[in-house]
């Protein structure tokens, strides 16, 4: 505790030393925000102006982020202005959006059985902008400037499938057999890889990284981005785990993104995209789980288990409804072992419980 605070002092001499050199001005209070999945840490740095500080370690990460949100805001989408960054410090300043994401509406609006107009308005906003992102914001982007890939391909996709084998089948428990395994990823990855791909794929598009100020939506965490296909985003965003998404609420989203999408295209062709967008779905669903494994099973931070089950529902409802027109047996095995497990269907909310999840799982990988 005493070396955090240490860095976190240190961390913030750099803040105050730059929001002088950019504002003439020292600034009158620098607060540290929750730590989220990711190793950034956010600061609110409030003066004349109140601003956002962001502290990153990792430089390539920062300059993707950097880049992006020039190109964003030169292409007019609302992405948060960056005042000045120093790279070497590994510091940059950035718009204050305030403190709501569309997600904080869901779990303030969301009844579990329906989404209220003001969510609902919220979304279309939302499925108005992707595809300017992902098709018109596209048309120029230097994806060499991409970290830490410049496309979704198979690399990117194996390495997804394989953070899911570790970090979830084998800490969740879930038999299977790991050289069949291996081979329906790439059965499945020689699947998805047939999606048209040249567009630009935000990656992590999903309702913690939307912000709503003014009611309107504004959107951050893009430094994932990178060249991809037009389904996965948009399965990110409506089987997005928490968020609870109603089924048919989903399919009219989807039915509203498509149209939106044909104003960008030409040759939007409904039944190909439909047939690969379960595919994303599930890709998407697997990659987080993989996330929900490494932070929550490895790391310890109980909130990624509260997801589990949610991701389990939406897993479960694919599997039940939808058909990937490919034979991966070994792969279908375990997930639906998956959507079997009393141990991942029963993760509780209770901290107490959690901690019990955490420690059965550390023990059985000989974590002391």
């Excluded at 962001?54 to 609302?78: I, Q, T």
């Excluded at 295209?265 to 379960?278: I, T, V």
């Excluded at 991966?328 to 901690?355: C, F, G, M, V, W």
Aim: charged letters at 30%.
């Amino acid at each position: 505790m005493d070396k955090q605070r240490t860095m976190n002092k240190k961390t913030e001499e750099k803040i105050n030393k730059l929001y002088r050199d950019f504002t003439g001005n020292d600034p009158l209070k620098i607060k540290p925000l929750p730590r989220s999945g990711s190793n950034r840490q956010y600061f609110r740095v409030s003066g004349k102006p109140d601003l956002i500080a962001v502290y990153n370690e990792d430089r390539r990460e920062n300059e993707s982020f950097l880049y992006f949100a020039k190109h964003f805001k030169d292409n007019g989408l609302p992405v948060p202005v960056i005042y000045t960054y120093n790279l070497d410090e590994n510091i940059y300043l950035q718009e204050d959006l305030g403190d709501k994401t569309l997600f904080s509406f869901i779990e303030t609006d969301n009844t579990g059985t329906e989404f209220t107009q003001r969510l609902k308005s919220y979304y279309l906003s939302v499925l108005d902008y992707l595809p300017k992102f992902q098709v018109e914001a596209a048309k120029n982007i230097d994806y060499s400037k991409c970290y830490p890939r410049q496309s979704f391909d198979r690399q990117s996709m194996l390495w997804d499938l394989n953070y899911f084998k570790y970090y979830f089948l084998k800490l969740g428990g879930i038999p299977f057999d790991e050289e069949k395994l291996e081979n329906d990823f790439h059965t499945f990855m020689d699947f998805l890889m047939e999606a048209p791909g040249n567009y630009f794929l935000y990656r992590d598009f999903q309702s913690r990284n939307i912000m709503i100020k003014n009611d309107k939506p504004y959107f951050i965490d893009f430094q994932g981005g990178r060249r991809g296909a037009l389904q996965y985003d948009i399965a990110s965003l409506l089987y997005d785990a928490k968020a609870n998404i109603p089924q048919a609420l989903r399919e009219d989203f989807l039915e509203v993104y498509m149209d939106k999408l044909e104003k960008h295209l030409d040759n939007l062709n409904r039944q190909k995209f439909r047939q690969h967008f379960y595919g994303f779905v599930l890709i998407r669903i697997m990659q987080a789980m993989g996330a929900y494994g490494y932070r929550g099973f490895f790391e310890g931070k109980k909130h990624f288990l509260q997801s589990i089950p949610f991701a389990i529902a939406n897993l479960s409802w694919v599997l039940d409804n939808q058909e990937i027109p490919v034979k991966i047996p070994e792969l279908e095995y375990a997930l639906r072992a998956i959507t079997h497990s009393p141990k991942l269907l029963n993760i509780s909310k209770s901290k107490k419980d959690l901690q019990i999840e955490i420690n059965s799982f550390s023990y059985k990988r000989g974590i002391p």
